[in-house]
């Protein structure tokens, strides 16, 4: 069906990614946050409304109007009033858990939120993430001098941490880039590494591009042409407190991705630019 | 303040009467005038503080080479329909020229020059990056992306901004010369007004590629409108200005609960869906972030944080009932007050030990419309005061705000 192919296409939530184990559902009923206009209304005077608006005198307002403006006035009241309710009763409908209401109206509610309204706020939740996933990438490259060669597993991640350490004010590109890129990539890949859809097919790109900026900014690969290129993810769970009795497991799993074939569409020139223009600011931060 | 016993000192008010003064307050004023400019403020410094961190960074990010290159963007925007103005060209010009006009409609925005129509500017701006690269984001470009859109709705610069000062300035002077209509006329807005009016023919022709309809039909008719308030003004001052401003409040006031709503969905479902894990239950959770190689820009503070389990329990519990509560005390000043602190000094600790500062920035500037009046108003004054000494003006003294919010209605749009 149409509409459940559309649902799917989105399901994966691409807007926010604060890192979280999304796990399982129970109802959370909060729809109080819908009723907020007391607070700062009161302060600003809505409920002072009681006491001190003075009516009309200020020049404004619907009392200051004549009959016919009065009703223009009022059906836009009333036309402002149910654009509220309707769009705060879908905002809450789309970050509440899948309930009664989503399972037989959640095409409305997807139709009004997407693409704009979209939002996330599972933040580090249910579960924080517990487990540090790194993205490593190997090499096929040709050199002039001694042929095809495979390089080692380069852990790209790491670079990112290491740009991350002692930086007050992260980049976007160490933060985001490559967590959400591998994020998307598993997200829409069944397990057993078919792409679902097109934004399988994206992902596998936007992985292989970043893969490629990442490897034309090494040295140990200079003037080296990379044929092809084989990416995985290594999880690593994160130590248990040390005050805590429980005992987890350390050891690391891996998932391979398969073997690409590198194109000309994978090179990133422009970023490539960009990356030499960025390398001054950059390493005087590393430098710190 | 009333406070809860005002109600009680004087005769209850037929109900017919409490509901004819609210209708009068919702038409006859923009309220929380401090709330929305500090907002305001907040959002376009957030962007602006990124934009210019990342300006090195621009090409990898949004640019048509990027490793998100715009054809995986052309790809993924004729699927999902989200608006940006940076699928007209692949050209790295228009991409220059669109980061370029994000960053200047940024500190526009901030200093409140011809607030209406910049926060226009802004909100393209905005989604125009972030939907071109919707998978570099997190949870404080979503706040942003959102405030964004709603800001245009409101009248955020009727104080604190460069606007205030120009009406305060041309009501003076109208006082000053009572005969004399309109002291000088204002070039900047009209002339603003036809430039964007030529970039929304340029949105129409490519609408196929820009996103969803219902966008360009809203600058279609915030662009009317602002042309109509215009003519308006000086054709027919009277009922059909009052009018429009009724309008403009409503929509104001409409824009400004939505604000405050989605503030406290933000809280609560945050709040909700951590109860629900067992890390939150258990008091850990705060540990793990903490051991994230992403989220650990100062292993050492992290190490030090995290070695105390009884620490850790504090802070993790803390946070659940602090965004859980916070929805529910709205209806209590001191209690919201006091959470309000908690949640900002939260996100200031965010922002330094998960190493995201933008984020909490965001965070931050949402939650900041929550501040009381007396706050703000206080707040605005000590930062006059203190720009006049750094400035070696002598303080002007007897508008603290520049203009007091509420009165005399002068036009507030771009060509106002």
């Known amino acids: 069906?149409?509409?459940?192919?559309?649902?799917?296409?989105?399901?994966?939530?691409?807007?926010?990614?604060?890192?979280?184990?999304?796990?399982?559902?129970?109802?959370?009923?909060?729809?109080?946050?819908?009723?907020?206009?007391?607070?700062?209304?009161?302060?600003?005077?809505?409920?002072?409304?009681?006491?001190?608006?003075?009516?009309?005198?200020?020049?404004?307002?619907?009392?200051?109007?004549?009959?016919?403006?009065?009703?223009?006035?009022?059906?836009?009241?009333?036309?402002?009033?149910?654009?509220?309710?309707?769009?705060?009763?879908?905002?809450?409908?789309?970050?509440?858990?899948?309930?009664?209401?989503?399972?037989?109206?959640?095409?409305?509610?997807?139709?009004?939120?997407?693409?704009?309204?979209?939002?996330?706020?599972?933040?580090?939740?249910?579960?924080?993430?517990?487990?540090?996933?790194?993205?490593?990438?190997?090499?096929?490259?040709?050199?002039?001098?001694?042929?095809?060669?495979?390089?080692?597993w380069i852990d790209l991640t790491a670079q990112d941490a290491e740009a991350i350490r002692h930086n007050p004010l992260p980049s976007h590109t160490q933060q985001n880039e490559l967590r959400r890129a591998v994020d998307f990539y598993l997200n829409s890949h069944s397990d057993d590494g078919t792409p679902n859809g097109t934004r399988g097919q994206l992902s596998e790109d936007y992985m292989r591009r970043i893969a490629m900026l990442r490897l034309d900014g090494l040295a140990s690969l200079e003037g080296a042409d990379v044929r092809r290129v084989q990416l995985r993810a290594v999880t690593r769970p994160v130590p248990a407190p040390r005050w805590s009795t429980e005992k987890n497991d350390h050891t690391a799993s891996y998932r391979d991705f398969p073997w690409w074939r590198v194109t000309d569409a994978d090179l990133p020139d422009g970023a490539a630019r960009s990356r030499a223009e960025a390398a001054a600011p950059s390493r005087t931060e590393a430098g710190r | 303040m009333s406070g809860p016993s005002a109600p009680r000192t004087r005769p209850r008010e037929p109900f017919d009467r409490r509901i004819a003064r609210a209708v009068q307050a919702v038409t006859g004023r923009a309220l929380g005038p401090h709330q929305?400019?500090?907002?305001?403020?907040?959002?376009?410094?957030?962007?602006?503080?990124?934009?210019?961190?990342?300006?090195?960074?621009?090409?990898?990010?949004?640019?048509?080479?990027?490793?998100?290159?715009?054809?995986?963007?052309?790809?993924?925007?004729?699927?999902?329909?989200?608006?940006?103005?940076?699928?007209?060209?692949?050209?790295?010009?228009?991409?220059?020229?669109?980061?370029?006009?994000?960053?200047?409609?940024?500190?526009?925005?901030?200093?409140?020059?011809?607030?209406?129509?910049?926060?226009?500017?802004?909100?393209?701006?905005?989604?125009?990056?972030?939907?071109?690269?919707?998978?570099?984001?997190?949870?404080?470009?979503?706040?942003?992306?959102?405030?964004?859109?709603?800001?245009v709705l409101t009248r955020c610069g009727q104080v604190w901004s460069l606007d205030a000062r120009r009406a305060a300035r041309r009501s003076a002077s109208r006082a000053a010369v009572k005969a004399d209509r309109g002291p000088r006329e204002d070039i900047a807005g009209p002339l603003l007004w036809t430039v964007l009016g030529g970039f929304l023919l340029a949105t129409t022709w490519f609408s196929d590629v820009t996103g969803e309809w219902w966008l360009p039909v809203l600058l279609w008719v915030l662009w009317l409108g602002h042309g109509l308030w215009w003519l308006v003004c000086r054709l027919a001052p009277g009922e059909p200005r009052t009018l429009l401003d009724v309008l403009a409040n409503l929509t104001h006031n409409a824009a400004l609960v939505v604000i405050m709503a989605e503030v406290c969905l933000i809280y609560a479902t945050a709040g909700w869906y951590k109860i629900q894990g067992s890390r939150w239950q258990d008091g850990t959770a705060l540990y793990y972030p903490l051991h994230l190689d992403y989220f650990s820009p100062w292993p050492a503070l992290s190490e030090l944080l995290g070695a105390s389990g009884i620490m850790v329990l504090l802070l993790t519990y803390g946070t659940v009932i602090v965004q859980i509560a916070f929805p529910f005390t709205l209806f209590h000043r001191k209690a919201k007050n006091v959470l309000l602190v908690a949640m900002m000094l939260e996100h200031a600790g965010i922002a330094v030990l998960l190493g995201l500062p933008v984020f909490s920035l965001a965070m931050i500037s949402a939650d900041a419309v929550f501040l009381p009046t007396a706050f703000l108003v206080a707040l605005g004054a000590r930062v006059a005061r203190g720009r006049d000494r750094v400035l070696g003006r002598r303080s002007a003294g007897t508008l603290p705000e520049q203009r007091r919010a509420g009165e005399e209605h002068g036009p507030r749009t771009l060509v106002g």
Not at chain 1, 112 to 137: M, R, T
Not at chain 2, 85 to 91: E, I, Q, T
């Open chain 1, 1 to 152: 069906m149409v509409s459940t192919l559309w649902i799917t296409e989105w399901a994966d939530r691409d807007r926010g990614g604060m890192d979280a184990d999304v796990g399982r559902d129970i109802d959370a009923d909060v729809d109080r946050g819908v009723e907020t206009g007391a607070e700062t209304g009161a302060e600003a005077g809505v409920e002072p409304a009681v006491e001190t608006v003075p009516a009309g005198s200020a020049g404004g307002g619907i009392m200051a109007l004549s009959l016919p403006y009065q009703v223009v006035a009022a059906v836009a009241l009333a036309v402002a009033g149910v654009f509220v309710c309707v769009h705060l009763a879908m905002v809450f409908l789309h970050v509440a858990p899948s309930n009664t209401l989503t399972k037989r109206h959640g095409q409305a509610v997807d139709d009004w939120i997407y693409p704009e309204f979209e939002q996330n706020w599972k933040l580090f939740a249910p579960n924080p993430l517990q487990q540090n996933v790194s993205v490593e990438v190997r090499a096929e490259v040709v050199t002039a001098g001694d042929g095809r060669r495979t390089t080692d």
């Open chain 2, 36 to 151: 929305t400019a500090i907002v305001r403020i907040g959002f376009s410094l957030t962007w602006l503080v990124f934009l210019l961190r990342e300006l090195p960074h621009r090409h990898e990010m949004y640019g048509p080479d990027g490793p998100w290159s715009w054809e995986l963007a052309r790809r993924l925007t004729a699927d999902n329909r989200a608006f940006t103005v940076l699928m007209w060209s692949d050209g790295r010009v228009w991409f220059e020229v669109v980061y370029g006009l994000a960053v200047l409609s940024a500190a526009l925005l901030l200093v409140g020059w011809h607030t209406r129509a910049v926060s226009v500017v802004f909100m393209v701006g905005v989604l125009s990056l972030q939907n071109r690269s919707v998978f570099l984001g997190d949870g404080g470009d979503n706040v942003l992306h959102l405030a964004a859109i709603y800001l």
